[in-house]
């Protein structure tokens, strides 16, 4: 095969978006493919319509919506699967589906057999591991120092 995982991944991303689109009518946020052996995860960020976001915040709604969305990929997915072969060059031997209401994250998990666990992550939030001079030399000029140095006259 003469593409990487990487350009592989593209054009699995930019296609489970298009096909999304098609279905529902709405474009992913962003769209996130990764293979590894014998592995593909696709995850379509802020997938879900306006009104699916609405019918989801209570329980039963959730569960209307998801299931909506699993006879969607179920209906769907044969196209899904075509292309994965065409671009991969691999058939695909299993297909599930799981949408994580609140945050209207979809997952589309392909595998051999395998169990497959998917974890969402919050936003990594990194932290400053630097120091501002600027910000620094700054504080020592607020007034502060001064006061102290009264105090102890």
Do not use: W
Not at 96 to 103: G, L, Q, R
Not at 113 to 125: D, H, I, R, S
């Amino acid at each position: 095969m003469s593409n990487t995982n990487s350009q592989i991944a593209q054009q699995l991303s930019h296609l489970a978006s298009v096909l999304h689109q098609q279905r529902t009518g709405v474009a992913p946020k962003a769209v996130t493919a990764v293979i590894s052996e014998d592995t593909l995860v696709v995850t379509l960020h802020d997938a879900l319509t306006p009104v699916e976001k609405d019918l989801a915040r209570t329980p039963e709604g959730a569960s209307h919506v998801r299931e909506f969305h699993r006879q969607l990929f179920s209906s769907g997915s044969e196209s899904m699967r075509r292309e994965i072969k065409r671009i991969t060059g691999r058939e695909v031997c299993e297909a599930t589906a799981e949408i994580e209401t609140p945050t209207g994250v979809v997952v589309h998990a392909f595998t051999t057999g395998a169990m497959v666990q998917v974890f969402l992550l919050t936003p990594e939030v990194v932290p400053y591991t630097g120091t501002d001079r600027d910000s620094i030399e700054r504080a020592d000029d607020d007034g502060f120092g001064q006061a102290t140095d009264l105090d102890s006259r």
